[in-house]
């Protein structure tokens, strides 16, 4: 029997560990269960090279809850370890890592909630923990190591005659929530649900003789091949949106799905998917989980996919993405704007390929999608260089255009004396419907522009197309913009005019800036038009939008 001591300078790693990682205490599981599942992976390695030639036999990693005792055992059939190996492996890092570790965790908190801490981690729930380890090699024996949270530890012989690893956590009391079933399946599902190697938690139950009871059979939790792991040669569409609603139970389904395979100049594999959106934009932010070869860390992606993706939702996996540091560290990192680089390629070049081979389908979804490229376009330069060629313009029949087919049908009829085409666009149908038919009975044609970035992209086009001027569709300014001979005389006298102008003129919202007129209205339109200076309504807006 060996006795050791944790050369810790500190008097104990332990309340350190707990007080600096409290927030994000949940992830032990995770830890525990995927340095099991590294054990297996690294067998199944070996045996693959011939350095082991036994039998992997079963490779389920089981999870045990003893509720009265309040223990979690997490037992795999992996490599195990022998006794240098616990020293080297499991002492070690207590004993080399600690002054590092809370220099580390003293000067930069930031990077607490983000960094694995590895196997010590469990001692942020855990006031006792054992290892009972068998190794693999020829001639090892099992051996149990136990660790009371104080800076001494015990190795012993002990009873396991298969190959593997037990580690078994007794829970702590002030954490005590963490010994029940519903909590533990909740952190199985969460971080462990795509794990490579299947991770079985109780058995299967069934109903017999009024009530359930535990068949032989266990339950095993994860899908260890989850379909973004896979060939897209080999998936349909059901398949992703299956997947979806796997990911998102309540969700409608998506728009489109995307699914991203590179493996150079970096690793990164996943399934992106356009949601249909809700009105309330920021709620529906950061719902893009990320793995670390099928871990999950997180669902805050931010700096990892450019800020507009961050409406998307899905799945990226990458073992490239550096996971343990923190997220001022992630945004500066050049392998992170490679990857954020390619997202944003990706997902304009799948877009664009639906766009061409799918033009209905694409014009269907259109409704739906405009946000994301409207989004995409005004805050990504390189995004809007590729998606003009395929962003819509719907008119108020319904019909879509691509911004170079509008420009060739409004060009005969709506360019200015400065040859400056004239966009013409309404922000409500239905209030600002009898302009909108006085426009069309003149035969021009008005844009829908009642989308939630529609101001600020109305904005953006402008500064894009050198050529082009928006025009809401009851500005003053229509008329004088757009000559056209055939318009109609009023039967209205200059006084008649006159007298009439401050009835109306009190009817709008303000006195300034709006203008009455009775002349150059057709026979089907309304007998008097009340209109508003485009410029000064659009610096109001802007001034209400807090300076666009
Ligand atoms: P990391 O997983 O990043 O190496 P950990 O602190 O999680 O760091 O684990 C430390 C080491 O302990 C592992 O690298 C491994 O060698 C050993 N180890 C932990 N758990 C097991 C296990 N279940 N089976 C075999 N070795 C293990
Ligand atoms: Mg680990």
Redesign the pocket.
Known sequence: MANGKIGVTTENIFPIIKKFLYSDHEIFLR??I???V??TQKLKALASVNEFTGELGDLTIRIALDETAKTIT?S?S????TEE?IEK??NQ?AFSGAEEFMAKYKTDNGIIGHF?????SAFMVSKKVE?V?HSFKEGATALRWSCDGSPDYTIEPAEREAR??D?ILHIDDDSIEFAEKTRIEGLLKKYCRYLTIPIAFGKEQDWKDGKYEDTDKDQIINNPNPIWSLKPADLKEEDYMEFYHELYPMAEDALFSIHLNVDYPFNLTGILYFPKLKNNLEVQKNRIQLYCRQVYVTDNVEGIVPEFLTLLHGVIDSPDIPLNVSRSYLQSDSNVKKISSHITKKVADRLQEIFKNDRPQFEQKWDDLKIFMEYGMLSDEKFYERAEKFFLFKNTDGKYFTIEEYATLIKPTQEDKNKKLVYLYTTNREQQFTYIEKAQNKGYDVLMMDGQLDAHFVNQMESKLPDARFVRVDSDVVERLIPKEDLAETKLTKEQQEELRPVFVCHAPEKTNFTVMFENLSETDAPVLITQSEFMRRMKDMAQMGGG
């Not at 992996?78 to 370890?81: A, L, N, P, S, W």
């Open positions: 830890e525990v995927s340095n099991a590294d054990a997490i795999d992996g490599i195990g370890m190996e492996y499991i890092i694995g801490l590895g196997f010590y290892i380890t593997g690893t580690i």
